[in-house]
């Protein structure tokens, strides 16, 4: 059964800080792994999705690593800001068709 | 294009009541999900569908909950009767097949049972 953890739980920063967050996932067999940001009251956005035959992906400020065999993955957020303080989920994705979450990682970029 | 549309928004039971959700996904994208996110977890999956059969609903508790999706677009989640347990936000999602076009999930219905 596959199981997601994410660390830290919450993480507090000063703007224009780089900052990292840990998710790792027990089955290394999957398809994708997706980052998710989640705004209170907000459903998800999809911020990065890495396939299993790919190492990274960025967009804008944000980098995102996969490493199957450590079973690990990292979302690096450059240059901080108070509009990227949100919950940040991972989620990897065994058959390409069911997403199991973590936690969540709760980020307070303070201004 | 247009969301994933939910609704209510927000729903506010007693304990042993009944609710029902509706979702409209992306036109065109075969694949829904329900997903039940309790405070301060993860969202689980609760019911797949691909058109408008079941995939997958392993983790649905068939006892009380229980979803269709009529011709293959919309959907409802109903909940017959609530326990306090059931307090959550419940997500929509759909896909236009499977992962590798991603997922694009609703706002939401914050569901309290009391």
């Known amino acids: 059964k596959q199981e997601v953890t994410q660390i830290p739980a919450a993480l507090s920063v000063p703007e224009g800080e780089n900052l990292v967050l840990n998710c790792s996932f027990t089955?290394?067999?999957?398809?994708?792994l997706q980052w998710f940001r989640q705004d209170p009251g907000k459903g998800l956005t999809s911020l990065l999705l890495?396939?299993?035959?790919?190492r990274e992906q960025t967009s804008g400020r944000l980098n995102a690593s996969l490493d199957k065999s450590s079973g690990r993955s990292t979302l690096y957020i450059a240059a901080s800001q108070p509009g990227d303080s949100a919950t940040y989920l991972c989620?990897?994705?065994?058959?390409?068709?069911?997403?199991?979450f973590g936690a969540g990682t709760i980020l307070r970029v303070k201004s | 294009e247009a969301g994933v549309a939910q609704s209510p928004r927000y729903k506010i039971i007693e304990k042993r009541q009944s609710v029902a959700f509706w979702c409209n996904p992306i036109s065109g994208h075969a694949t829904l999900y329900w997903y039940q996110q309790i405070l301060g977890q993860g969202p689980k999956l609760l019911i797949q569908f691909q058109n408008n059969g079941v995939v997958d609903d392993s983790q649905l508790p068939k006892d009380r909950f229980s979803a269709e999706r009529l011709k293959g677009v919309d959907s409802t989640l109903k909940i017959q009767p609530a326990k306090l347990e059931d307090s959550a936000v419940y997500l929509c999602?759909?896909?236009?097949?499977?992962?590798?076009?991603?997922?694009?999930f609703g706002s939401g219905t914050r569901l309290t049972v009391v």
């Open positions: 999602a759909s896909s236009l097949r499977t992962a590798t076009y991603g997922y694009t």
């Open positions: 989620a990897a994705d065994k058959y390409g068709n069911k997403l199991v």
């Open positions: 089955d290394s067999a999957i398809y994708n």
């Open positions: 890495i396939q299993s035959s790919q």
